[in-house]
């Protein structure tokens, strides 16, 4: 941790990091070990995760707990999500490892990937969009988050994220059609 306070310059945005090192890193860890399923690459992501929350240390707010978690799990949710993209073992890892399962997805072409390969290709989609869309769709979609939850998350309206999910489905739905004809 001592490494981590030494990138911070001011007392109060070092007392938020200990607060949060403290009594999250085994939330994120467990996080990371989820999806990665190698301790080392979720100490990794952690670690990454860590190095950005410093960058932004100022703007989080300690006063609401579940928002905090909520924040900090996606945090990791992301870096570890980013390390399979980057890894070549990304195709070892079974896809519903990272996708829930549970996730209905409305959309007919959504509703239509059958196949592992469609799967991961509409991943792939997904991934190639602007984050101003592929960000409030990945946390629709595949982390179950409301559009008031992911409102909050990314401190945007929930009309814009319910636009920016919209478009965001659409273009991937756009792109795959194209790719399937």
Do not use: W
Request: net charge negative.
């Amino acid at each position: 941790m001592i490494f981590y306070l030494s990138l911070i310059d001011n007392q109060e945005d070092k007392d938020k990091f200990e607060y949060i090192y403290t009594n999250y890193k085994y939330t994120m860890l467990y996080e990371a070990k989820h999806i990665l399923k190698d301790e080392h690459m979720a100490e990794d992501a952690v670690h990454e995760s860590f190095i950005k929350i410093i960058q932004i240390i100022s703007k989080i707010s300690l006063e609401n707990c579940n928002k905090l978690r909520r924040f900090l799990v996606l945090i990791v949710r992301h870096k570890s999500i980013d390390m399979i993209r980057k890894n070549e073992k990304a195709k070892n890892v079974p896809i519903d490892d990272i996708l829930d399962t549970n996730v209905e997805l409305s959309d007919d072409v959504l509703d239509n990937v059958m196949s592992i390969q469609g799967v991961r290709r509409l991943m792939e989609i997904i991934a190639e969009l602007d984050d101003i869309y592929r960000i409030p769709l990945e946390l629709s979609i595949l982390y179950r988050y409301s559009h008031k939850e992911i409102s909050e998350i990314l401190d945007l309206s929930e009309n814009l994220i319910r636009i920016r999910v919209f478009r965001a489905r659409q273009q991937v739905k756009k792109k795959y059609e194209r790719e399937n004809e």
